[in-house]
């Protein structure tokens, strides 16, 4: 089997890390593919450093920031490949990347999505990804298989799981056109568990294929515990699980989450004295709030407090 790959990546305000991705491409040992760059409202567009990096480069230049879902669905629009694989631009891609993915599709015709494991960057022989366990319909929280675990064989394996990671994630076309584009209100966080979600109502499968590796910096492009990440992270769950449970887990969860949750989560911010956190949260729960009230209506985005 010799399938041809569209590698799709987005690029926002990242050059380094960019060029350093594309040139490990050649590492993977597999030529078949077609490399798409979607560079997302770019202050200075350095095309030319990213075609120097990969030769071959299909770049597309967006003047608007359309957020990671947005930016990959323009990739997908250009995209001819028999499957879809789509990768962080602050990953690092090694002979064991594409490869034993490819196989394990033509070896599984019931898979929808796979990811490979995913190593940190820092640290090679430490995971930061091997698989997720699906959600609990009640705290609305799921697991990180292999997080912060020395790499190991028990990790090198192929296993259903709940969901693929959207920093290495492979899917092939002709899934992608049944269950439509990522969703694009999400903006940040969740689009990849959207998919996943979607991939299982079409009977598909969802697996960690443990034989294949990416290297990951691990959001190089966004600051960990930052306004905007608490923002995303905590609107996008609320969504996320009013769409994809029924109308009583949604109420058993929202229950949970009003008044056991949300409590917590304040006195954490109060604590630390982290305002703009605090205000980072009490809108995203406006935000979702507002949405299940009237799903009509757009959905409010993050603003940062000057």
């Known amino acids: 089997m010799n399938p041809f790959i569209s590698i799709i990546s987005v690029n926002y305000r990242n050059t380094k890390d960019t060029t350093a991705f594309l040139e490990s491409i050649k590492e993977s040992k597999y030529d078949n593919i077609e490399v798409i760059l979607v560079d997302n409202a770019p202050l200075i567009s350095d095309q030319h450093l990213f075609e120097k990096a990969y030769p071959n480069l299909i770049y597309i230049h967006s003047k608007e920031n359309l957020g990671f879902a947005g930016a990959n669905n323009l990739g997908i629009k250009r995209a001819f490949g028999d499957l879809y694989y789509f990768l962080n631009n602050d990953t690092i891609l090694t002979k064991e990347s594409i490869i034993p993915l490819i196989q394990r599709f033509s070896t599984n015709k019931h898979l929808g999505a796979a990811s490979p494991r995913i190593a940190f960057y820092d640290n090679q022989n430490l995971l ?117 449970n029924s109308n009583n887990q949604f109420k058993k969860f929202w229950n949970f989450y009003k008044f056991v949750v949300i409590p917590k989560e304040k006195l954490k911010f109060i604590i630390k004295g982290d305002k703009d956190g605090l205000n980072a949260y009490n809108q995203a729960l406006t935000s979702a709030t507002n949405y299940f009230k009237n799903t009509n209506l757009p959905l409010q985005n993050f603003h940062a407090v000057a």
Not at 149 to 164: H, L, R, V, W
Not at 200 to 229: C, D, F, T, W, Y
Request: charge should be neutral; include cysteine.
């Open 128 to 244: 930061q990804y091997a698989g997720m366990t699906p959600i609990n319909p009640l705290t609305g929280r799921n697991k990180m298989i292999g997080n912060h675990e020395i790499d190991s064989p028990i990790y090198q394996k192929t296993n259903q799981i709940g969901y693929a990671h959207g920093a290495a994630m492979m899917i092939p076309a002709k899934i992608v056109n049944e269950i439509g584009p990522m969703e694009t209100d999400y903006f940040l966080y969740y689009e990849e568990l959207d998919w996943c979600e979607k991939i299982r109502q079409q009977n598909k499968e969802i697996e960690i294929v443990g034989e294949g590796r990416v290297i990951h910096k691990a959001s190089a492009s966004i600051k960990a515990n930052s306004p905007l990440q608490t923002f995303y992270m905590t609107r996008n769950r609320l969504l996320f699980m009013y769409r994809f």
